[in-house]
């Protein structure tokens, strides 16, 4: 049985055209990037979202202008489904990294972060790990420490965005191997079993971590970058 493809997408979005992303705005998303005060994060979410329509007009086969964008009750967002397959997707930026994961048939959560230097790494890891992971984590050697912790996090970051519940569904009960590749220990209730679900690290420069979270049967990953 041939495995579904789920696409996934890197953009820098410094190369990414203003005006002409504006152009492709929603009324309501212009709205939302008139209330966006700091102007590179304005700049951000039009481009982002410009480069997310203009992607799932080419999957749907379908004008931009068509594409009618909603968000759940947790802020993940979703697209008015046409005849034909379910189209699942999901986005995430970080600085100027955007990635996004674009299949059909399927859950999809992904998750970006640049490792940077953080003071509170482990109050964030106890507040976020469960007890095993936090454990294993801070038998870890002090170098290793932060590129493990991003890789967690997005890991567990890109397990709520596929629930589609975000952070307050629980980031201790989504327990994971530490190790790749990674094996889902534990779920929080009313999301299945740990079996339903596979997590993916993904390809990415050095100073980056980022996760793939899917449900159903193993897929294929076909890496493009947008241009």
Same mark, same amino acid.
Do not use: H
């Given at each position: 049985?041939? +495995?579904? $493809?789920?696409? #996934?997408?890197?953009?820098?979005?410094?190369?990414?055209?203003?005006?002409? !992303? @504006? %152009?492709?705005? !929603? *009324?309501?998303?212009?709205?939302?990037?008139?209330?966006?005060?700091? $102007? &590179?994060?304005?700049?951000?979410?039009?481009?982002?979202?410009? $480069?997310?329509?203009?992607?799932? %007009?080419?999957?749907?086969?379908?004008?931009? %202008?068509?594409?009618? #964008?909603?968000?759940? *009750?947790?802020? +993940? *967002?979703?697209?008015?489904?046409r005849k034909g397959a379910h189209v699942a997707f999901n986005l995430s930026h970080t600085g100027d990294h955007l990635v996004i994961a674009l299949g059909c048939q399927r859950q999809i959560g992904v998750d970006i972060e640049v490792c940077r230097e953080r003071v509170n790494l482990d109050a964030l890891?106890?507040?976020?790990?469960?007890? !095993?992971?936090?454990?294993? @984590?801070?038998?870890?050697? !002090?170098?290793? &420490? &932060?590129?493990?912790?991003?890789?967690?996090?997005?890991?567990?970051?890109?397990?709520? &965005? %596929?629930?589609?519940?975000? $952070?307050s569904l629980g980031l201790k009960f989504c327990e994971m191997s530490i190790q790749a590749p990674v094996k889902v220990l534990s779920v929080p209730n009313n999301c299945g079993q740990p079996s339903d679900w596979q997590v993916i690290d993904l390809n990415v420069p050095l100073g980056l971590s980022a996760a793939m979270t899917t449900d159903g049967p193993e897929c294929k990953l076909i890496y493009r970058d947008w241009e």
């Open positions: 049985m041939e +495995k579904s $493809i789920i696409q #996934l997408w890197f953009a820098d979005l410094t190369q990414g055209d203003y005006s002409k !992303s @504006w %152009a492709l705005l !929603s *009324p309501g998303e212009r709205c939302r990037a008139e209330s966006l005060k700091v $102007i &590179k994060v304005r700049q951000r979410f039009v481009i982002s979202r410009a $480069i997310l329509r203009q992607l799932l %007009a080419d999957y749907m086969a379908v004008n931009c %202008a068509a594409v009618e #964008l909603f968000q759940g *009750p947790f802020g +993940k *967002p979703y697209v008015r489904q890891a106890e507040k976020c790990f469960s007890d !095993s992971e936090l454990r294993q @984590w801070q038998q870890l050697e !002090s170098e290793d &420490k &932060k590129v493990t912790f991003y890789r967690i996090w997005t890991r567990k970051e890109s397990f709520v &965005k %596929a629930v589609g519940r975000g $952070i």
